[in-house]
Nanobody, 118 residues
Framework: QVQLVESGGGLVQAGGSLRLSCAASISIFSITTMGWYRQAPGKQRELVAD???????SYADTVKGRFVISRDNAKNTVYLQMNSLKPEDTAVYYC???????WGQGYWGQGTQVTVSS
């Protein structure tokens, strides 16, 4: 069973920064695609950013230029550096490990709350 443990959420003022971390309990972390999603109250969960095994990244238009996703394969950890935070970034942020070929499903972390005050 794969476990994803997130940390780094909290309360920050608009314009501030936070860094989220997600540690994965999987020996083949380096070949996985990892992503960060978020879900605000009353809204659907949406993809924020993802990073492939070759460290190719993609971002939602709403966070481009402000957020940076990265990974450290030696630590089995993916990060999300969030800068210039806005109140509309307030959400629960979830780490995701995309299912590899032949897997029945991917995996999700428990979520970490990010609250940005105006």
């Amino acid at each position: 069973q794969v476990q994803l443990v997130e940390s780094g959420g909290g309360l920050v003022q608009a314009g501030g920064s936070l860094r989220l971390s997600c540690a994965a309990s999987i020996s083949i972390f380096s070949i996985t695609t990892m992503g960060w999603y978020r879900q605000a109250p009353g809204k659907q969960r949406e993809l924020v950013a993802d990073i492939t095994s070759r460290s190719s990244t993609s971002y939602a238009d709403t966070v481009k230029g402000r957020f940076v996703i990265s990974r450290d394969n030696a630590k089995n950890t993916v990060y999300l550096q969030m800068n210039s935070l806005k109140p509309e970034d307030t959400a629960v942020y979830y780490c995701n490990l995309k299912a590899l070929p032949g897997w029945g499903q991917g995996y999700w972390g428990q979520g970490t709350q990010v609250t940005v005050s105006s």
